[in-house]
């Protein structure tokens, strides 16, 4: 079994670096976030220092709100880069490719598993180097950059990690599932985009809750997006004031992967008999 | 011998009313060619869609070596090898890497897979394009891909869905050889499908002609064209008479026929009435300007058993798969 699952793992990763465009599409965007919003919105450095008053109350720990929405693109990045996953089943479907993998004796599940490994592997390098990125920004004169706690060691980066490989099963199953589900692929694109901007905007990723009306919050509070996004903050900033406990997010992340691992398992045993 | 593949009363409705296998049943015996011959929309992948466990059927038995291919699915998915009509290859990979990646979704011996990639390679002459992307491939070196990768575990049944679609009259020599080696050799059995008739012809141990979802006729090509009669010799003269008379009293005519100065004489034996038919009319004083013998082949045999000749067929399916696949078909003839 974990021969056939490495040997579709590799295939995915050959597909992935293979099309280097397709690896330079996916960075484009959260860069240029980073760049055009993120530096242009940088809320905090609008106003002049007012004694007494620390930004980081609000921003989760981050010293401006550059280091907040950096952290919180991490996440982001891993929710877009996962939603391929569901794509290139799709194109499988059409050009044939599932057909080889229905007559072939594997076990069912190992279609959606393999390529959810692969999806996490590629959300993680892209978070990767978006952090460093980020972090980059320092250098450039004239831009501000990401400024991590500085207490930030391993276990921290590890921290972040974890949170973002979990929230990367979590929702690369999903799209796997969805994809099981819908043939159609002008569906899963419709479905695919409807899914992924409510749950970036309802989020901690890029807005601190406290800037959001209440019932937003209460629906930002059980997305896992949030979860991931506050627990990296907690990781970078040392955040004191998490809104969960980042031990309490972990483990949601963590129920949140599984049950779609579940979910997607099932759809595969029960769609590509 | 044991029945290698046993079907009966299978049945296929898409949507609730398309019947594309309409109740079929027969068996096909181990170590055979047992060739499908139809045209488009016919109902040839349906069948074999539900014989390899992609299609469940919606009513009816499928056994592939004794296993049900619904309940047993996975047991009958190692046992056999398809080589599906429309390609599976992946574009992205090499086509050694396509190989290797088969190897092991089968589970072959990691120390036997490099040198049975090899070997299947050369046999379909890929060799030289091996670590080539499949996308820079023609349409031939796919399928003789896909041909490879159905072979690499060695499957018991290879299933061909028009093995030899697209490819070129040397090509497809060539992957007829490939087809009966495997057989000699491995003594597998092969259940293809083909609306060449050329091709179930000179393959098949056993044809089964299907049309509209239902096997109209089944049996060794032999005795298919035997049941039709015997041979007709055909002929030109240009005479006012009438010569039936003459030719009818040739030992072994079964029938004649006159068109204006055309003849069609149906005989047991062409090869030896011929000549005494020509005999006949010229004693009578007649000249004949033109004659031909056709001995009955596959295309008169579907127009026995279905009423319409393959072309026919063919063109009346109205899909556009169906439009390319005659025009294929026509130019393929045309060489
Ligand atoms: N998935 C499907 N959904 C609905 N109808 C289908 C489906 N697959 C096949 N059919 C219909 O079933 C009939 C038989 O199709 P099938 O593909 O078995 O024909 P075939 O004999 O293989 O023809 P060809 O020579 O063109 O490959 C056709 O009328 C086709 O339109
Ligand atoms: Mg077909």
Redesign the pocket.
Known sequence: MMREMWALYVREMKHWYRIKIQIFMALIQPIVWLGLFGQSFNITGFFPPVPGFDPSTFLSGAPDYFSYMATGMLSVIALFTTMFAGMSLVWDRRFGFLTKLRVSPIARGIVPVSRMNSAVTRAIIQALIVLLIALGFAYIPGLIGLTLSPEFNLIDLLGMVLALVLLAVGFACLFISVALAVENQDTLFGLINLLNLPVMFASAALLPLAFMPDWLQAVAKVNPLTWAADACRTFAFHNANPIFPVWQEILFLGIFAAIMIGVSVFAARKLLK | MAAIIEVKDLV?V??GK????DGITFDVQEGEIFG?L????????????MLVTL?RPTSGLAKVMGMDVVKEATKVRRVIGLVP?DLTVDDDLSGRENMILQADLYNVPKKDAVERINELLKLVKLEDAADRMVKTYSGGMRKRLELAEGLIHRPKILFL??PT?GLDIQTRTIMWEHIRKLKQEHNMTVFM?T?YLEEADSLCDRIGI?DN?RIMALDTPATLKRSLGGDVIQMSIDDARDFTPQIQGVPGIVEVKKEGSEYRVKVIKGDTAMPAVLKAIIEAGGTVSSVSLQRPNMDQVFLEYTGRSLRDA?QA?N?N??ER?ARAMAAQRRR
């Open positions: 296929k898409f949507d398309i019947r594309a296998v499908f139809g045209p488009n929309g016919a109902g040839k992948s349906t069948t074999i869609n299609h009509q869905d028009e679609l499908t609306h299907i979802g063919e399916e899909s798969r169906g696949m």
